[in-house]
């Protein structure tokens, strides 16, 4: 994979792109009263984990009704950045990555996917030391990853997940071989 652009900015502004894809917009509108309700459904949660990852379905509905409202509940009354994603991770099933999905689709102002194809592409501009393959999040990666994005969605006036989807169909664009190492 080679860099296309000298820098991210230069990549975000020759690949301006607000379009969200049509899934993604079925959710944010599916979820777009859980700020305001301040609690997340099962049927919600289940609709954006399987979005995400839909291999841990089973642990997904083993989740109750009753323990998806009370960390959804504690997730959207906090500040925290930590205490969301332990929250969220503490349901069963549910990854660094899918908490994050769930964070993106109720905030997409502030919020964006961590995923391998973008990990890749911060890693190959330099934004990224660690874990080249971007593979295997845990918490402290997460909130590096989150603070690049917001980095750049500050300094261009966009939401956080406009700059993430636009690295993610860059990286798509620019892969050479497999997605996943060998």
Do not use: C
């Not at 309700?37 to 099962?42: A, E």
């Not at 841990?56 to 009354?77: A, C, H, Q, R, T």
């Not at 750049?152 to 406009?162: G, I, T």
């Amino acid at each position: 994979m080679n860099k296309e652009y000298e820098t991210l900015d230069d990549l975000i502004k020759n690949n301006l792109n607000t379009l969200e894809t049509t899934k993604a917009l079925e959710l944010i509108e599916e979820l777009k009263d859980v700020s305001v309700k301040g609690v997340l459904t099962k049927k919600q949660f289940y609709d954006v984990a399987m979005w995400k990852s839909p291999r841990p379905k089973n642990y997904y509905l083993s989740n109750s009704e009753e323990s998806i409202i009370e960390v959804s509940k504690g997730v959207l009354l906090t500040n925290s950045e930590e205490i969301k994603m332990s929250l969220l991770t503490s349901l069963n099933g549910v990854s660094v990555a899918v908490a994050s999905s769930l964070l993106t689709i109720i905030d997409p102002k502030n919020y964006g996917i961590i995923d391998i194809r973008v990990w890749q592409l911060l890693y190959l501009y330099g934004e990224i030391k660690t874990k080249p393959h971007g593979q295997g999040f845990n918490l402290s990666n997460w909130k590096t990853y989150i603070s690049i994005l917001r980095k750049y969605a500050s300094k261009l006036n966009m939401n956080v997940r406009d700059i993430e989807r636009i690295f993610f169909f860059h990286h798509r664009k620019i892969q050479v071989g497999n997605l996943y190492p060998v």
